[in-house]
């Protein structure tokens, strides 16, 4: 049980590290463990993930030999409305970092499709988010403006009542996204967050203090973090 329920330092699901790599090496553990347990139980494992620097730097400590991954399948929590092929695709991205850390059997990953329309590439993926019965867990980064996902601080679509939904006006461009909800991240039990450096710390302080941060809002289970970002 938390100690304090604001996620402070003195919040037992609060993991602070002394290293970046520390933080990336022990939510690497964290979700291998995770997604064991589920393997355990089931033919797949069914999880959701964002990009992010703090994400892929944590899929850079996935062992190839600590489970069998060709059963994992990653879905992305937000998506940029660009081509598959550009470098700024979250999917590009994390299929990118899981082949450098695990290979060919990394398992599969899946994206809104960039062939639909911003709102039709939404409803399609929430069809398929919606048949799916659980998830593992979910991991997101921060920004240094506090969003999660694409879920921007005071954006609307915070208060959205459907599991996937379009953004048209990001701030940092593409301003066209796709990005699952909280909706969607309430129903899952483990929801992780991961962050780390000094660049993070006002946004941390933000989220301690308002009720209505994105991150408070996403209210996840466990953070980790390093002693810059909790400065």
Request: glycine share 4%; proline share 3%; aromatic share 6%.
């Amino acid at each position: 049980m938390a100690v304090n329920d604001d996620f402070s330092s003195k919040d037992s699901r609060v993991h602070i590290f002394a290293t970046q790599n520390a933080v990336f090496e022990a939510t690497a553990t964290a979700i291998t463990e995770l997604i064991g347990a589920a393997l355990s139980k089931n033919k797949v494992s069914n999880v959701i993930i964002a990009s992010g620097n703090s994400i892929i730097s944590t899929l850079g400590f996935l062992s190839a030999s600590a489970t069998d991954w060709r059963k994992v399948n990653w879905y992305l929590a937000d998506e940029r409305c660009v081509a598959d092929d550009d470098d700024r695709r979250n999917e590009k991205q994390i299929t990118d970092a899981l082949r450098r850390s695990l290979g060919e059997n990394h398992g599969r990953v899946f994206s809104p499709s960039s062939r639909l329309s911003p709102a039709e590439a939404a409803s399609e993926y929430a069809s398929r988010i919606s048949a799916i019965s659980m998830f593992d867990f979910c991991l997101l980064g921060m920004g240094n403006d506090g969003h999660v996902a694409s879920l921007l601080p005071n954006h609307s679509a915070l208060n959205s009542s459907q599991l996937c939904c379009e953004i048209v006006d990001s701030p940092n461009p593409p301003a066209e996204r796709i990005t699952l909800t909280l909706k969607t991240f309430g129903q899952i039990h483990d929801r992780i967050l991961v962050t780390a450096g000094s660049s993070k710390s006002l946004a941390i302080n933000d989220f301690i203090a308002n009720s209505r941060s994105p991150v408070r809002l996403y209210n996840p289970t466990a953070i980790f973090a390093d002693q810059a970002a909790y400065s």
